[in-house]
């Protein structure tokens, strides 16, 4: 093909493949079919275990000693925080498992066809800021790593603006991790997985290491259990608040779209042990990035709440390249498992004709790596929980609905073919679910003062900003509220069903198991008909 041929958007559609249920291509790719049963492979104690070891989780943690609370007041605020963001997990985990659909096509039972855009778009550009975010994460790794083999590095002259927030040295770091990053994103949800299972075992033990040492360096009854909170009253019961919303809102919005993993759950009952993992793992991470920090305040005077900022002190090389690795593998797999993969499935929905997971993937690496500025959101504490909290008000009400409208209004009866038509049972009034439009508009409208003020502090909006600091907990219970009663007074009677349609009550799995791509295309003409989705 010559290069003018790539410049038309015909050279970019995917290969016509065989749909299970969209009456063509441009509805759906493989990507977005339910998964078959010989893609079913996965477990989530290592996923887990491996994105709770993840420099978010200590940068929030620590960020909690940053703007004012002591360990007595951080750690209940975590384990609040993770013992309630198993529960909404678990709950739209446990619809991924038995529909085995991506959020992005789930969410059409409940918003409706067109309407489900709005939540998907919002969580793909909420996927590749974070994605930004990580990436400049890795890239301070890279700098620790190269500063320990050639130390003269930290003297290489600075060409960029100070009020840029980043450096000629820093830039180059980020170009680095994002082009060594670059490769694992070309790799398959069911081939990444062993990337996790390699981070769940090493990470931990390095995390546990720098335990170790802090507790060496500052004995706890100097460090961690003699630091009191800085803020008194009611400005320490926000400070309180704030550290929850922020604990929450970084792992909650995977309620919104873990689907998108745990369909490749080996059966249902895999994704229960979420229960238990999600807390305590979060929780160990969480006190690691505590007390390493506490020790941190005592030994260099300030809480620096980023660890690879605290590693820049450390004058022994060794240490300080193999801790900086083991950051920059778990950010490796966190990138992509919680940022990379999200904004593809998000992506392919958009645009299934032209886009499939690992475009969407390459296309997240460019818009989030460079047109989103981590380096900004991350210069301060304050602005690094601000971004945080700023979409949790959207995120907590598409939580809400989505658990309200399965659960209690549909009782689990959802049509899984139905899905994928234009104008199937979910088109509800053109394409949009009325009762979600009004129950988003009711439940973010109160939220949004807030947002100006955290991105505009000079903008006094009065008390109700402090609404905003529990954004995901307000929007969430208000929108799951809402939506319920909205839906019961005005019921779509014509998306009840008597019991639900399964993917595989139309392709049998048993059937579809160990077979090859050209057989699961026989078989969608076999058992696929007009009449099975109707």
Excluded at 118 to 140: C, D, H, K, L
Excluded at 484 to 511: G, K, N
């Amino acid at each position: 093909m010559s290069p003018i041929q790539w410049l038309k958007l015909s050279a970019w559609e995917l290969e016509l493949e065989s749909t299970a249920f969209a009456t063509d291509n441009r509805w759906s790719n493989h990507d977005m079919d339910p998964t078959p049963l010989r893609f079913r492979t996965w477990s989530y104690v290592s996923y887990w275990f491996s994105d709770a070891s993840n420099i978010a989780v200590w940068e929030v943690a620590s960020s909690m000693l940053a703007i004012g609370l002591s360990w007595r007041q951080a750690l209940p605020a975590i384990v609040v925080a993770y013992c309630v963001t198993a529960v909404p997990i678990l709950l739209t985990g446990a619809i991924g498992t038995r529909l085995r659909v991506p959020f992005s096509v789930l969410s059409r039972s409940s918003f409706g066809f067109w309407f489900s855009y709005f939540p998907v778009v919002t969580r793909g550009i909420i996927a590749m800021s974070w994605f930004g975010i990580q990436t400049y994460n890795g890239s301070e790794c890279i700098y620790q790593m190269l500063k320990a083999i050639w130390p003269s590095i930290a003297h290489v002259p600075n060409h960029i603006p100070a009020s840029s927030n980043t450096t000629s040295v820093g830039m180059m770091c980020y170009l680095l991790y994002w082009l060594l990053q670059f490769p694992f994103m070309l790799l398959s949800p069911q081939k990444i997985r062993y990337l996790f299972m390699v981070k769940g075992v090493i990470v931990p033990f390095a995390w546990l290491a720098m335990v170790i040492w802090a507790f060496i360096k500052v004995p706890p009854s100097v460090g961690l259990f003699a630091q009191h909170a800085t803020v008194q009253g009611s400005d320490l019961s926000w400070a309180w608040l704030t550290a929850l919303n922020s604990a929450l809102s970084l792992y909650c919005g995977y309620a919104v779209n873990i689907a998108d993993f745990t369909r490749y759950a080996t059966h249902e009952r895999a994704q229960y042990s979420q229960a238990i993992i999600i807390p305590v793992a979060f929780t160990l991470c969480s006190f690691a990035g505590l007390v390493v920090t506490s020790a941190g305040i005592v030994l260099y005077g300030s809480a620096l709440w980023d660890p690879l900022q605290l590693i820049d002190h450390w004058d022994n090389r060794a240490a300080a390249f193999f801790a900086s690795f083991a950051f920059l593998l778990t950010t490796i797999g966190t990138n992509i498992s919680a940022n990379a993969l999200v904004a593809a499935n998000d992506l392919t929905v958009c645009f299934p004709k032209y886009i499939n997971i690992r475009r969407g993937q390459v296309i997240c690496a460019f818009i989030g790596g460079w047109a989103f500025c981590p380096w900004e959101v991350l210069a301060k504490a304050s602005g690094f929980l601000s971004f945080l909290s700023g979409y949790t008000i959207f995120i907590g009400p598409f939580v809400g609905i989505m658990i309200a409208d399965y659960w209690l209004i549909h009782r689990g009866r959802i049509d899984v073919p139905a899905m994928y038509q234009v104008d199937g049972r979910y088109r509800y009034t053109f394409g949009v679910n009325w009762r979600a439009l009004a129950t988003l508009v009711i439940c973010i409208a109160p939220a949004m003062p807030g947002l100006v003020h955290s991105i505009k502090p000079s903008i006094n909006v009065g008390g109700i900003h402090n609404l905003f600091a529990i954004g995901w907990i307000f929007g969430f219970w208000s929108a799951f509220v809402v939506y319920y009663v909205l839906s019961t007074l005005f019921p779509a009677r014509d998306t009840y069903i008597e019991r639900a349609i399964l993917p595989d009550d139309v392709v049998p799995p048993s059937v579809s198991c160990g077979s090859t791509d050209d057989d699961v295309e026989k078989l969608d003409k076999v058992y696929v008909t007009p009449e099975t989705i109707s």
